[in-house]
C-alpha cells in the first residue's frame, strides 16, 4: 500500500489567542443540529493546554501520532495517523500533542450547547471555557 503525504499548505491555519503549540481552522458550523468539524494542529513534541471536553468528539488523526498527556505530563494515550475515536463527554483533564511531527487531527465535535471545553490551570482551576457560540463566532470571523 502507498504512504501519502497530508499537503496542510491551503489550510487557513489560526491561532487561538496566545495558547502554544495550537492551530486550527474552523471548516463549518452547523448551527441547528449543534455540530462543528474543525482542524487541530499540535505541534511536534509539545503540549498544548490542560482542558477537558465537555461535548461529544469524533476525532480521524490526518498527519502524525496524537499524543494524550494526563496532567502531570505522563504519556496516556498514543493514536497513529487514521485511526478514528469516538469520545463522550469527560470531566478527566488532559493535554494533547503531536508526536515527533506536528499532529492534524480532524475534530466532529457533535450536539453540546453551552461549554464545550473547559481550559485549566496545573491546580485543575478553571481559567476559560470555549463554547459553541464561540465556534460559530470564530468561524463567522473568518
Known sequence: MSTHTFDDSNIDWQRLGNFEHLHYSILDVDSENKIADVLFKFAANEKILLHRHLGHNNTLVIQGEHRLYEPD????????????????????????????????????MRGKVGVLYE????????????????????????
Open 73 to 108: 505530563g505522563t504519556l496516556k494515550e498514543v493514536r497513529p495517523v487514521g485511526s478514528m475515536t469516538s469520545s463522550p463527554p469527560s470531566k478527566d483533564p488532559h493535554r494533547e500533542g503531536g508526536g515527533d511531527q506536528d499532529v492534524v487531527i480532524a475534530f466532529n
Open 119 to 142: 481550559v485549566l490551570d496545573d491546580d485543575l482551576n478553571v481559567v476559560g471555557t470555549i463554547t459553541f457560540q464561540d465556534l460559530e463566532d470564530l468561524h463567522n470571523a473568518a
